[in-house]
């Protein structure tokens, strides 16, 4: 497996607050999490201050997410937000293995057209200055034959 050319430095990230703080709280043990619905089991990411299945407010939780998923859609960004991104890089919607779709980062290829739909993905970290991390996804390692 490749690894990116360049290292990703992302820049400001909004700060934990009361629906978000146990979903950053677990990204600096690098583990990622999905907000499970204990009244109907609905997951979702990102966290929310309600479920988006059944309209509860109560009973919403953190539960630990196995970091697995498929590309549901990608993009390559050619056209960097800000002086200092690297491009082309890619952006894609990952389906979890659990079932919630999280926009992320796609990283370890150095060809950023070579990715598929489909195609399953292993999460990965990107550490913040303040202890957080971002979740970023790579090709799932394969056994070779």
Sequence with gaps: MN????PWV???????DEVSAAYWDATREHRLTVQE???CGH?????????????????LR?????????VDTFTVVHRAPRPDVAVPYVVARV????????LSRLEGRD???SWDLGEPVT????DLPDGRALPCFRPTATEES
Excluded at 43 to 59: D, I, K, M, N, V
Excluded at 95 to 102: D, I, K, M, Q, S
């Design 123 to 126: 999460v990965t970290w990107v």
């Design 43 to 59: 997951r979702q990411h990102p966290p929310r201050a309600l479920c988006t299945a059944c309209g509860s407010t109560e009973g």
């Design 10 to 16: 992302p820049g400001t990230v909004p700060a934990a």
């Design 111 to 113: 060809d950023p057209e």
């Design 3 to 6: 690894e990116p050319t360049t």
């Design 62 to 70: 953190q539960a630990d997410a196995s970091g697995t998923g498929t």
């Design 95 to 102: 389906r979890l293995t659990e079932g919630p779709l999280v």
């Design 37 to 39: 619905c204990e009244g």
